[in-house]
């Protein structure tokens, strides 16, 4: 019998199912109480604080699922790990150069989050990149005097005006050049504006990447200079007497790599051509790596899209190893070394939290103990199959059942089976599928033809969220994110089910999961309980998913909150934004809430006038719609 079948289970039990101290990197675990918490690590102590006490703080100052919680701690932590891996790298192999990390605001754009990067970054000098005009006028505002700036993608004169008055108060700004026809407007535009401006040039490096984003690396990549184009943008800053404004180079390794020789080799090539610019006469300093270092989602420390096969003191050492091995024989000084790792910094910081507000199970219901006596044959048929177990092979027994059903289909779409004897019928091929499903837990080895049979009989469990709001990678580009209830694991899990969302969409559903030992079509759950929130968390998706998200049915933004563990084990709750109303997300789309209420008064006023409604009804009708437009997109209790 399955461990979960039995009445023993213990919250290691579930951490070791769910897997939460792999994927978790020690800042997610269970408590003897099976209560999902996050741990801070402090100079003299560690501290565990329980997410189900969070949510009842929060709950109580007015929040209400579904929520995206924030840990201030958890991202200080991983800025300062990344940090104090390089310099530990750095100083380990007597690399001359530092290390000037960068975070790309296009990775969490949420002022929040920029707001404390740039804060606690500040003892490591932790510069911003940016990508966009919008993304540079948040960038120059967060950032202090003398504050690193990296900026990347397209550049018009606006933007490349907006980048030089950066320079002239006082940022270290690098304008990476992407295209050769970027060159000609920053030399006019610094020259008219009297600034000096710092150029990197952003090369494409033929070694190609594994993951979900390899064509960011690679000859097709859509940003970046050929080497061709590279020397032409050498030769027209010589031809100008301005290549001692050349400081940068600059590639964009990828995203989520999860194999560290795919690193090493590319970073090779990036320094073979910071070697050659050197040789030509550029009097470069930087080099910067970009993206690339993964997340390990899964928790396998493989080379799965998902994970990664080297830890984060790897990937440093491995870098810095690279640059100066390939730079020494040459004798070219060691660059400050640049990356731009979003992914690694933000997604642990936040979780999103919901409740599933109700269950579909597909059981057998009022199955008869005899069969009526005029029944079909299929219905005999059926009947038979269940007292074959001990006889005939689990997917012969299953492939006999849906063969039946299927018939029994057929014929009543031709009229000549009865509403109630397909019913009984699909109640008597449930029963047998789930009893083939109970003995295939006895089983090493899943016989032919049964593969899917455990996600046919998986409960739907339909979660107060939107996965095209909160989780679009998901449904985009199949993202996998650890996700598990945050409660009630001193009890087994012994139901399985996929996850629905709120959307009246296919695709809005959570149905591919990370357990310890492999990926699954379905989730461990517990049972609902009456008059009791089932409480399931999202984890590791504070990159990317804030400003991705759309309107899919007007489900809008999630409450926020941001909190920070203190060492004797309470938290404050340091920021709360409320989440998108009726009314926001209808202005979103061109409906001006103030207008919408004069019209349904317009509507209630003519229904009184025709005698539809009594004037009390239409002041309780027009207090409805304006509680209603001020209200919270998602279920509300």
Request: hydrophobic share 40%.
């Amino acid at each position: 019998m399955s461990p979960r079948r039995t009445k023993d289970w213990t919250p290691d039990q579930a951490a070791a199912l769910y897997g939460i101290r792999n994927w978790g990197g020690g800042n997610f675990d269970l408590n003897e109480h099976g209560e999902v918490t996050i741990k801070v690590a402090f100079d003299d102590r560690e501290v565990a604080v329980s997410v189900m006490e969070i949510i009842a703080g929060l709950e109580q100052r007015g929040h209400v699922m579904p929520l995206l919680l924030r840990i201030e701690n958890l991202l200080d932590s991983r800025i300062a790990l990344i940090n104090e891996s390089f310099r530990r790298a750095i100083r380990e192999a007597d690399y001359q150069g530092e290390y000037r990390g960068v975070f790309p605001v296009k990775v969490n754009q949420q002022s929040q989050v920029i707001e404390e990067i740039v804060r606690f970054g500040s003892s490591y000098n932790l510069g911003l990149e940016a990508g966009s005009k919008a993304e540079l006028v948040l960038a120059l505002a967060a950032l202090p005097e003398n504050g690193q700036l990296i900026l990347n993608g397209y550049k018009d004169r606006e933007f490349i005006d907006l980048g030089l008055w950066a320079t002239k108060l006082g940022q270290r700004c690098f304008f990476v050049i992407e295209s050769p026809t970027e060159l000609p407007l920053l030399l006019e535009r610094s020259q008219a504006l009297g600034v000096k401006p710092l150029i990197g040039v952003r090369i494409k490096i033929s070694a190609r990447v594994g993951g979900l984003w390899t064509e960011t690396s690679g000859d097709r990549s859509s940003f970046g200079l050929s080497t061709p184009q590279l020397l032409q943008v050498v030769d027209v800053l010589k031809k100008q007497q301005r290549l001692d404004c050349l400081q940068l180079l600059h590639c964009h390794l990828g995203s989520q790599i999860p194999d560290i020789e795919q690193i090493r080799t590319a970073v090779l090539e990036a320094s073979r051509f910071y070697a050659g610019l050197v040789a030509d006469g550029a009097p470069l300093g930087y080099i910067d790596f970009g993206g690339g270092l993964a997340v390990d989602y899964t928790g396998t420390q493989s080379n799965h899209v998902h994970s990664r096969n080297y830890s984060l003191a790897d990937y440093c050492a491995s870098i810095v190893e690279v640059v100066k091995s390939t730079l020494d024989p040459l004798e070219i000084p060691h660059p400050h070394i640049v990356t731009e790792s979003g992914r690694a910094t933000v997604a642990h910081t936040s979780l999103l939290l919901f409740n599933v507000l109700h269950a579909m199970h597909f059981e057998a219901l009022n199955l008869p103990e005899t069969l009526p006596a005029q029944c079909h044959e299929l219905l005999m048929t059926l009947a038979a199959l269940r007292e074959e177990f001990d006889t005939t092979p689990l997917n012969q027994i299953y492939s006999q059942a849906l063969s039946c059903r299927d018939t029994i289909r057929d014929r009543f779409r031709s009229g000549q089976i009865s509403m109630r004897e397909r019913s009984m019928a699909e109640n008597m091929f449930l029963a047998i599928a789930q009893q083939v499903a109970r003995n295939l837990e006895k089983l090493d080895d899943i016989p032919p033809g049964l593969e899917e049979l455990q996600l046919s009989l998986a409960d739907i469990y339909y979660g107060n969220f939107s996965v095209f709001q909160s989780l679009p990678d998901t449904w985009a580009i199949d993202q996998l994110f650890p996700v598990m209830p945050v409660h009630r694991h001193c009890e087994a899990p012994v139901r399985e089910a996929i996850i629905a969302d709120l959307t009246c969409d296919c695709d809005g559903k959570l149905d591919n999961f990370i357990l310890a030992d492999r990926e699954s079509r379905t989730l461990p759950v517990h049972p609902l309980k009456e008059g009791e929130d089932y409480l399931l968390g999202v984890f590791l998706m504070g990159a990317y998913q804030e400003t991705m998200g759309d309107l899919h049915n007007l489900l809008g933004d999630t409450h926020v909150a941001s909190v920070r563990i203190n060492q004797d084990g309470s938290f404050d709750v340091m920021k709360e934004i409320t989440g998108d109303s009726i009314g926001d997300v209808l202005s979103y789309v061109e409906y001006q809430p103030q207008a919408l209420f004069e019209t349904f008064r317009q509507k209630a006023e003519a229904a009184v006038r025709s005698g539809r409604i009594s004037v009390p009804e239409r002041q309780r009708f027009m207090e409805d719609i304006h509680a209603t437009v001020r209200g919270y997109t998602y279920f509300e209790k």
